[in-house]
């Protein structure tokens, strides 16, 4: 194996590159030699308002990758700090540390971010970790071993297996609100901390990655779904609380969470999360439109007041599906949109009322079972319905 010194000949003019990135500029220095003989290790830090962190940060993987004698590269991905992050780089680089700093413009987003750093590492594994020290660099050498000797597809620096801890002081909330966001992935990882940000794979397993299109913090859980990672090994961490800025984590970012749990069950169970996101719905709807009877039969005849409720009800419905269920077939004229809804809700009505009536009818066993009967009715006017929202109301665009 090459020594890591012969590897460190990385090129000494250091300069700035200006490219493209999402059609804003990026900083970069090419330290690379021309041939890493794939022994290359990229580590992504993404950073937003980090200044301070950045020199700690990057020192520290240095060393412990250097005394490892990992060959390594070390890719910041700011989302546009202005706070003088680009500057603290450059220091750096000046300095012979292998570090360079993507710039994103726009809207900020950790999970693009850590993606646009793996599309531009060089390296054949890959490492992400947090720019606030709370991640330790040590554990580097473990992550990116495992994923070389092929011992696991995804290695996670985790705080949650035996010989993990977190450092005190985390508030009721914040363990709640670890455990919460946990149990939510459990559906697509049996990880301990599938939601952590320290974590190693290969290039190789991101590049044969499906459409990646998270949004928001969890990063780790998109690539474990969309790379399909089956062998997930867990390293006991040590987790600090940040000693320079301040967390990012704000409750947008918590609501963010869900729409991207949302995308990973589309992705997962597709229809079938579909028709379950409907039948929630239904379930939502069933509560407004009683809500809405009992506030109007108090000061109206109940015929008229059924009438309204239901209308409510079904518009409520419309409006969640268009939202939430069928949020891709938004682009459909709305009230157009609207009345197929209230057509298939009346067809859906007829199958259901069909159904009901004749196993009622036809059937010993079923005209002893009058409720179940009507059951059956209802699921198979749900499942009606939810076929010709799926694939005529709300069809995707050619
Ligand atoms: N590029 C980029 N990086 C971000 C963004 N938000 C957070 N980060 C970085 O992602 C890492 C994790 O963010 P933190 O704010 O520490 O979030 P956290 O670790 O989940 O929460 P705390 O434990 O409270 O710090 C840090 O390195 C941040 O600088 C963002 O929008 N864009
Ligand atoms: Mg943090």
Redesign the pocket.
Known sequence: MRLFSEHCKWKKTLFRDFEMTNNQPAVETNFLSENDNGELVSVV??????AE?VPLIVRKIHKVLTESQIPHEIIL???DSQDGSVEEVEKLQQGGFPAFMIV?KGS???SL??IEGFNRAKGSVLVCM???L?HPADVIPELVSCIKQDEADFAIGSRYVEGASIEAGWSVF?HLNSKISKSLALPFSNAKDPMS?FFALKKETFLNSAYLNPVG?KIGLELIVKCGCKNIKEIPIFFS??KY?????SFQEQLKYIQHIKRLFDYKYGDLAKFFQFCIVGATGAVVDLSSYNIFMSFMPIEIARIIAIIIAMTWNFEMNRRFTFSYGKHRHWLKQYFGFVCCCSIGAVVNWSVSMSLSRNFEFWSEQLTLAAAAGILCGTVFNFLLNRFWVYKKKD
């Open positions: 830090v993404p950073t937003f308002k980090e962190n991905v700011d989302d994103r900020r987003d950790l971010a850590v947090d720019a606030d709370s914040r940000g913090y609380d940040r800025g301040s967390s990012k984590l």
